[in-house]
T-cell receptor, first 113, second 112 residues
Framework: NAGVTQTPKFQVLKTGQSMTLQCAQD?????MYWYRQDPGMGLRLIYY???????DKGEVPNGYNVSRLNKREFSLRLESAAPSQTSVYFC????????????FGPGTRLTVL | SQKIEQNSEALNIQEGKTATLTCNYT??????LQWYRQDPGRGPVFLLL?????KEKRKERLKVTFDTTLKQSLFHITASQPADSATYLC???????????FGSGTQLTVLP
């Protein structure tokens, strides 16, 4: 039982490049989330998926897209990376969207030059 | 706009003492308040949840209080140990799918 896994752990991109961050959970959770964490700002919600087949914007969705591939997997795509997207990205899941406790992955540290 | 403030960025205490961390909020009506622990290079780990109609919650050496009138939560670690050193995040949840708002955290260091 690995919980929430994320790949890659680290990534360096040049401005304008694209990439996809992968997330998977093995807890049979229905809801999944993408957050970014920046120094002094706390975790901010980018997108979430309340259930398989649905996705919704969070607080800071601009510059990102998501795909809920199946119940287990939720990916985050940066189409044209910008230095402002340098951050640590965390994927999380919860049993249902109304269940407050969230399980977080280990994070992906992204640097955009 | 909604705002969460955690009392300080860093808190140092001596081993064995009680650590008290503060979380204040404005312009929010949370259904729940949660506390998470985050170690360097890792994701947050859920510790405790307290509901709006609860005043206090305990789990082993941890205690959380929630005062919706003062709009404040206190997080206590009794008999603190160096292994308790980490960043502690408070988070407010209005019970909907998206609204988990995090504070920026307090870095706790327990000195041996």
């Amino acid at each position: 039982n690995a919980g929430v896994t994320q790949t890659p752990k680290f990534q360096v991109l040049k401005t304008g490049q694209s990439m996809t961050l992968q997330c998977a959970q093995d807890m049979n959770h229905n809801s999944m989330y993408w957050y970014r964490q920046d120094p002094g700002m706390g975790l901010r919600l980018i997108y979430y998926s309340a259930s398989e087949g649905t996705t919704d914007k969070g607080e800071v969705p601009n510059g990102y897209n998501v795909s809920r591939l199946n119940k287990r997997e939720f990916s985050l795509r940066l189409e044209s990376a910008a230095p402002s997207q340098t951050s640590v990205y965390f994927c999380a899941s919860s049993e249902f969207s109304g269940v407050p406790k969230k399980v977080f992955g280990p994070g992906t540290r992204l640097t955009v030059l | 706009s909604q705002k969460i403030e955690q009392n300080s960025e860093a808190l140092n205490i001596q081993e064995g003492k009680t650590a008290t961390l503060t979380c204040n909020y404005t312009n929010y009506s949370p259904a729940y308040l949660q506390w998470y622990r985050q170690d360097p290079g890792r994701g947050p780990v859920f510790l405790l949840l307290i509901r709006e109609n609860e005043k206090e919650k305990r789990k082993e050496r941890l205690k959380v209080t929630f005062d919706t009138t003062l709009k404040q939560s206190l997080f206590h670690i009794t008999a603190s140990q160096p292994a308790d050193s980490a960043t502690y995040l408070c988070a407010l949840d209005d019970g909907s799918a998206r609204q988990l708002t995090f504070g920026s955290g307090t870095q706790l260091t327990v000195l041996p």
